[in-house]
């Protein structure tokens, strides 16, 4: 059974940083692409980060471009997403999710397993 479990959110001031991370189980993480999204209240869940199994060309949502960093360590099978320069209205649900394939989609629908979600809050 594949499992994704996220880690690393919290409640953090404007300019302040993160880091989350993902841990993957049950799948052969190294053939599979990986991507970040994340849910505001009220809001449809957006893409936010991907990158391909190998951790090549990763993309960003423009709302978050120069800001925040996915990367990949494939020995631990763990994907993060480095958040720095957090504004309010980065607050949302943040989901990690895995590709059936090695190369990442910008839709929901491009992955077929999601972790349970984790809260980042930033305050103003």
């Known amino acids: 059974q594949v499992q994704l479990v996220e880690s690393g959110g919290g409640l953090v001031q404007a300019g302040g940083s993160l880091r989350l991370s993902c841990a993957v189980s049950g799948r052969t993480f190294s053939s599979h692409a990986m991507g970040w999204f994340r849910q505001a209240p009220g809001k449809e869940r957006e893409f936010v980060a991907g990158?391909?199994?190998?951790?090549?060309?990763?993309r960003y949502a423009n709302s978050v471009k120069d800001r925040f960093t996915i990367s990949r360590d494939n020995a631990k099978n763990t994907v993060y997403l480095q958040m720095s320069s957090l504004q309010p209205a980065d607050t949302a649900v943040y989901y990690c999710?895995?590709?059936?394939?090695?190369?990442?989609?910008?839709?929901?629908?491009?992955?077929?397993?999601w972790g349970q979600g984790t809260q980042v809050t930033v305050s103003s």
């Open positions: 990158i391909i199994f190998n951790g090549d060309s990763p």
């Open positions: 999710a895995i590709s059936p394939g090695r190369f990442y989609g910008l839709d929901t629908g491009d992955y077929d397993y």
